[in-house]
């Protein structure tokens, strides 16, 4: 193996992993360190399945070789999730019927928490801009855009009826 040690903050855990020269962030955690949320779609950044936090921005980690990560703090679903129930936007998704196939989903809760981390308050035109590089095949949008409204909502403590 023409591999190389890297050393990567996932999930607030330091891990150590062998990583090929230009091997994708996406393939390292998904396949190498079983973060299954972490989708592979297109493999070319367009979809935005493979949607991960890195320093608390959007990436899109099938672009982003893995060694360029070093020195960042990585966040995938799994390192929103509680271990006692759903993250504030994941229970809005859920509430809302944000999704169906569930593909897209952990790439565009992602982004969701990304933007209302840097703008608690974002209007309906703002969380279309933010997700515009997450594609869905089966929902449409407009649930998944209720679902951050409602979140949104939520984590100001203006509450949601669910509906």
Excluded at 32 to 59: F, H
Excluded at 87 to 112: L, S
Excluded at 114 to 120: G, K, M
Excluded at 145 to 151: F, L, M, N
Aim: net charge negative.
């Amino acid at each position: 193996m023409s591999g190389k040690i890297v050393e990567l903050t996932v999930n607030g855990r330091t891990v150590e992993e062998i990583v090929d020269p230009m091997e994708p962030l996406q393939s390292v955690l998904r396949n190498k360190l079983g973060n299954m949320a972490t989708k592979t779609g297109c493999k070319q950044g367009g979809c935005g399945s493979c949607t991960v936090l890195v320093d608390g921005e959007p990436i899109v980690s099938c672009l982003l070789p893995a060694e360029a990560a070093v020195g960042t703090e990585i966040t995938t679903l799994e390192g929103i999730t509680p271990d006692d129930g759903l993250a504030p936007v994941q229970e809005a998704f859920r509430d809302h019927f944000a999704m169906q196939c569930g593909y897209c989903t952990p790439g565009m809760i992602m982004t969701a928490e990304a933007l209302l981390e840097r703008n608690p308050d974002p209007s309906r035109a703002e969380i279309e801009d933010a997700i515009s590089g997450n594609v869905c095949r089966c929902t449409g949008y407009d649930p998944i855009v209720d679902a951050i409204e409602a979140a949104s909502e939520s984590m100001n403590g203006q509450g949601d009826d669910g509906a």
